[in-house]
């Protein structure tokens, strides 16, 4: 049986975990800290557009779940926001984007320069916190998570035709860009509970990361900017190869792909092109084989999860996948 779709809040998700989540805030800003101008300046416009916090609500959730206690929690937490933190900012850098959850990106303020510096600084002191918790483990399973991210990023630079990617390539790609951090994230909230736990947990992260970032190449084709934050179309104006249109593909007639190959080919895609694209990989099924594949790694999370005893916090992880096979934004 799949997660029951009825809404749910991230608000609702976090309540168990309320408090240690504004700790995490907190310890974020301590950890970021420094007594240099420009990169205070940064870090004041990064911590005054705070994100959703959903990468440390699954290590907290995944703690509690497992039955985690100890203070290196909040900073494992903060941790994963420090990494998601650079990952994004090096994100924005490479695709030069303007705009992020609604705000100016840290290259369009201040330049590309200073956002490399900044994921590097970033990146650096969370490495710092892991070391000083003098615990090899989370140390482990973040600088692999790092790498695969690195990893995911060349693989997302280097995927040029859209009419020979395969669907084994695009998880792939996923799997390290964005499922590896969700993956690390429950974890580490692990690490500190019951050892038969750590492995559902590390795997329910993982195709909840999978079924999140389908989703969001899904938002591209079927939300607006003043939902999601950013420019719609955005993905295919930057020439990203993501679900909806792999999926379309096979459905193609040769005009068609002829109108996609010509996107991809063209440095400055019109509005009307990508709308014209957007149009296609709806007709053509792309948009609905992508909701069903995001609702399959859903259905995986879900089993995980039963593997873990029945608590308020594994509750409020099933609450996860609601959330984010059903987010807007």
Do not use: W
Not at 149 to 163: K, N, P, Q, S
Not at 191 to 196: R, S
């Amino acid at each position: 049986m799949g997660p029951q779709l009825a809404g749910v809040s991230l608000t609702s998700i976090q309540e168990p975990v309320r408090a240690e989540l504004d700790q995490v805030f907190h310890e974020l800003g301590r950890i970021i800290r420094v007594d240099f101008p420009r990169i205070a300046q940064v870090n004041q416009h990064l911590l005054r557009i705070k994100g959703k916090m959903f990468r440390p609500t699954l290590a907290l959730l995944s703690a509690q779940a497992s039955g985690a206690t100890g203070p290196q929690t909040v900073t494992l937490g903060a941790v994963v926001e420090l990494i998601h933190l650079a990952t994004l900012i090096h994100d924005d850098s490479v695709d030069h984007s303007v705009l992020r959850r609604g705000q100016p990106t840290v290259n369009a303020m201040f330049s590309h320069q200073v956002a490399v510096i900044m994921g590097d600084y970033l990146y650096s002191r969370a490495v710092q916190q892991l070391v000083d918790l003098d615990d090899l483990e989370p140390l482990r399973v973040m600088s692999r998570v790092t790498n695969e991210m690195t990893i995911g990023e060349m693989r997302e630079i280097e995927a040029h035709d859209v009419l020979d990617f395969s669907l084994e390539e695009y998880d792939r790609l996923i799997d390290a860009k964005t499922a590896s951090l969700m993956s690390g994230a429950c974890e580490v909230g692990a690490l500190g509970g019951d050892p038969a736990y750590r492995e559902p947990l590390r795997r329910y992260g993982r195709c909840l990361g999978m079924a999140f970032q389908i989703v969001d190449d899904l938002l591209d084709y079927t939300s607006t900017q003043e939902v999601t934050g950013k420019p719609a179309g955005l993905d295919l104006r930057e020439h990203k190869i993501t679900l909806p249109l792999i999926a379309a593909l096979p459905s193609m007639d040769e005009q068609e792909r002829g109108l996609v190959s010509a996107l991809m080919a063209d440095p400055t895609p019109a509005d009307e092109q990508i709308a014209e694209v957007v149009g296609i990989a709806h007709t053509r099924g792309g948009i609905t084989a992508a909701q069903e594949r995001a609702q399959e790694f859903a259905v995986l999370a879900e089993a995980e999860l039963d593997q873990l005893p029945e608590t308020r916090a594994r509750d409020a992880l099933r609450d996860c996948i609601t959330y984010v096979v059903e987010r807007r934004s």
